[in-house]
């Protein structure tokens, strides 16, 4: 190696002296490249000059891998045979939901994936179920999500989300108070807070929050926040699975710094770091909410044909699934 160094250093030095006393260099010569690899020395091949390193960014139509490692719980649906009928007694087995309704046309399992057949001209069918979750400071919540072509969007629906509920607080008729922006239960402070998201017309995703600062607009019940992808609105398509994953991260007492980011297929689409999803903290992130339906509550909202979606990896995680 001092060998090689010393032979380098000399040739530099022959040129050096060449241009000084005025000894004619071809027109072609290259000095000796020197590149510092530590305690190597190497000199590039005609191969290596020029290659520029090209870095493709990750394509959010691609489904990433999923890292499962701090997975406090997942379902998968891959114990089951195809065609299996997935009624609301596997749901509970599965989930442990608190309650649970299916009021879709079919539910079955196929491919180790649980398919939803929700019904043309109806709205509110399909799955409202709930789970409770120990109570935690931030967690990660992911879903894989495909809607199946011809699948149609009409106005939009509902998705699942992480919610905290202020269990204490009950209804006159003995009914847990949950976060609402619509009526007046639910609105008021330390009433809870929902984190879901919904689909909109033509596949547009949104953040759809009820929040302790929720602003009550126009008669939309909760706030509407757009996923956003390189600056413009991002949209599901149909025929593609999507990795949908939500993180929460309560807030301070009486201080607005609690955060919500989702990504899709490991972008992150939406971020806030200013919520206030409870002031006084007498809870916690406590509840699932695992919805798939078509409303809003008129028929405006309903698909104009049955529409197939399909969910797996459902996985609730201490660590990132899927970025």
Avoid at 15 to 27: A, H, K, S, Y
Avoid at 80 to 102: H, I, K, S, V
Avoid at 107 to 125: A, E
């Amino acid at each position: 190696m001092k060998k090689l160094l010393i032979g380098m250093l000399a040739s530099l030095l022959l040129v050096g002296c060449q241009f000084e006393i005025g000894l004619t260099v071809p027109d072609d010569y290259e000095p000796i490249k020197i590149v510092d690899v530590g305690d190597d020395v190497v000199t590039p091949t005609d191969e290596d000059e020029g290659d520029d390193v090209v870095i493709v960014p990750a394509d959010i139509h691609t489904l990433p891998p999923l890292d499962t490692s701090g997975a406090i719980w997942s379902v998968d649906f891959d114990q089951y045979a195809n065609g299996t009928t997935y009624t609301e007694d596997l749901g509970d087995t599965d989930f442990n939901f608190q309650w649970e309704t299916f009021s879709m046309k079919e539910s079955t399992i196929n491919g180790g994936r649980w398919d939803i057949l929700i019904p043309k001209d109806l709205v509110k069918k399909g799955v409202h179920a709930a789970k409770n979750l120990t109570p935690t400071e931030s967690v990660y919540f992911g879903y894989e999500i495909e809607f199946a072509p011809g699948y149609d969007f009409s106005m939009g629906g509902k998705l699942p989300g992480l919610v905290g509920l202020n269990k204490d607080l009950k209804k006159p008729n003995g009914n847990q108070v949950y976060p609402d922006g619509c009526n007046a239960y639910g609105q008021g402070p330390d009433e809870g807070f929902s984190l879901r998201s919904m689909f909109r017309e033509d596949g547009r995703a949104i953040g759809y929050f009820y929040h302790q600062d929720n602003p009550l607009l126009n008669g939309y019940c909760g706030e509407e926040i757009s996923y956003m992808h390189n600056g413009e609105p991002f949209h599901f398509q149909r025929g593609v699975k999507y990795y949908v994953e939500t993180y929460a991260q309560m807030n301070d007492a009486n201080v607005a710094n609690g955060i919500v980011r989702i990504w899709v297929n490991g972008q992150l689409v939406l971020e806030r770091t200013n919520m206030m999803l409870g002031e006084n903290r007498i809870y916690a992130i406590n509840h699932l909410m695992f919805y798939i339906w078509h409303g809003g509550s008129s028929s405006s909202w309903a698909p104009s044909v049955d529409s197939l979606v399909h969910f797996d990896n459902v996985i609730l995680s201490t660590t990132p699934i899927s970025h």
